[in-house]
């Protein structure tokens, strides 16, 4: 198979008759096809095909109804994508300022102030990025130099560690309380060094679904007082938090916001996960160095998105109505979860509902996640995948940002287990 595929580049980089130019030789020179390149010294040794695209993959192959994957299967409000056509037709196109479209980044700083009570100033404290994930790896490259630590608290998101790697610093993992997902302080005091540059945390947190209290926040807020730690503040899930709770933003707290690089998503909050542009806000001597990295990273984000989202954002009710969006859909699943042998987990927060097997299976989390899309027609994701040492503790993620229909397709299967 290899094969065939290589003789069909080799043809296909052969000149045209008419393009041979050889005048007094009967046969071509030969050219080596051997390559004298080395092999690349990877700098991610560790970093394989991820799971989520094996487990999609493996979805499709078996019409599995894909619970795997974190993204909506619904669309966004029509009027978001009417935005966007009006601002391409407006002309709209071109580059803009590196920081960021200056009413997206007022519309934030005026949003940000309203739910959490400080106010960042759009023009040295707000930059708008190519999402969360490139504005985390950004703040990392930023602010870590080779051998500084930085605390990642597991399970974690999967971008964290290589990020932090890239960056040559060292990856201090310090686990969340099995079971719980609770953040350890005791631990994380006993992992805090003098060479600790970061420590990330994500609220509300992917994979468990938990949500740090105002008492927790003020905890680790106690805690990074006499040092100088940075908090990276992953919040992309800000606007899914249940029951009534309020999201604890790291920007409420003065003591954290001062050494926050807070981090959001509008993937997330609008159903727009592919249009990938996202913000990061914090002081303004801590943006001026994330602002030279970012510089020379993506330099600037799409044009047209930022003036359709910056529109949008004025609107209120889209985010404020998210919560009640998706309890609705957390309680019709977890619902139906009740009937089969799945146990449930609480899920104050995010759109993922994690489950124990213990009652089903003794396969490990990778095995039953493979066992479950092709036998049973449901993915999932293992919780070990959030993991560096692929902890396994029977426990796999469902996402619930799916169209009624699609949820209770899975249900339906789930019960028959
Ligand atoms: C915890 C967490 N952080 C960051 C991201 C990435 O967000 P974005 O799509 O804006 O890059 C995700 C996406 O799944 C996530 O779950």
Not at 287 to 303: D, L
Not at 387 to 393: E, N, R, S, V
Request: glycine share 6%; net charge neutral.
């Amino acid at each position: 198979m290899r094969r065939c595929h290589r003789l069909r580049v080799v043809r296909l980089l052969k000149p045209p008759e008419s393009a041979r130019i050889w005048p007094n030789q009967s046969t071509p020179p030969q050219r080596s096809t051997v390559s004298q390149l080395a092999p690349l010294q990877s700098r991610l040794p560790a970093v394989g095909t991820t799971i989520f695209t094996v487990m999609s993959a493996l979805a499709q192959e078996h019409r599995a109804v894909n619970l795997g994957q974190g993204f909506p299967d619904f669309g966004c409000d029509p009027s978001l994508l009417e935005g966007v056509t009006r601002a391409m037709h407006a002309g709209l196109n071109q580059y803009p300022p590196m920081t960021g479209v200056a009413a997206l980044r007022e519309a934030m700083a005026d949003k940000v102030e309203a739910l959490y009570g400080r106010r960042y100033d759009p023009a040295t404290e707000i930059t708008v990025t190519a999402g969360a994930t490139q504005a985390i790896l950004t703040v990392i490259l930023a602010v870590v130099h080779p051998g500084d630590e930085v605390i990642v608290l597991e399970p974690c998101y999967d971008s964290y560690i290589p990020n932090i790697e890239l960056a040559g610093g060292r990856v201090v993992r310090v686990p969340l309380v099995p079971g719980t997902f609770e953040p350890d302080f005791d631990r994380i005091a006993a992992a805090l060094s003098p060479r600790t540059r970061a420590i990330i945390i994500n609220s509300p947190h992917n994979p468990s679904g938990t949500t740090w209290s105002e008492a927790q926040m003020q905890r680790l807020e106690a805690l990074l007082a006499p040092t100088n730690t940075l908090l990276i503040s992953d919040e992309v899930y800000e606007h899914m938090v249940y029951d009534g709770q309020a999201h604890q933003s790291a920007s409420r707290f003065a003591g954290l916001a001062e050494r926050s690089f807070v981090v959001s998503s509008f993937g997330k909050t609008y159903h727009v996960t592919g249009w990938k542009v996202g913000t990061v806000m914090a002081p303004a001597a801590l943006t001026a160095e994330f602002r030279k990295v970012h510089q020379f990273n993506v330099f600037t984000v799409n044009t047209p998105m930022q003036h359709a989202l910056a529109e949008y954002l004025k609107r209120p009710e889209p985010y404020v109505n998210l919560p009640a969006f998706y309890q609705a859909k957390r309680d019709r699943f977890r619902t139906g979860l009740a009937h089969t042998r799945f146990k449930l987990l609480p899920c104050p927060g995010t759109y993922f509902q994690c489950v124990s097997y213990a009652d089903i299976s003794d396969l490990g989390e990778d095995a039953f996640c493979r066992w479950l899309t092709t036998e049973v027609g449901v993915a999932a994701i293992p919780l070990s995948a959030f993991y560096a040492d692929g902890f396994d503790q029977g426990i796999v993620r469902f996402c619930f940002a799916k169209q009624d229909a699609t949820l209770d397709k899975a249900l339906e299967r789930l019960a028959q287990i």
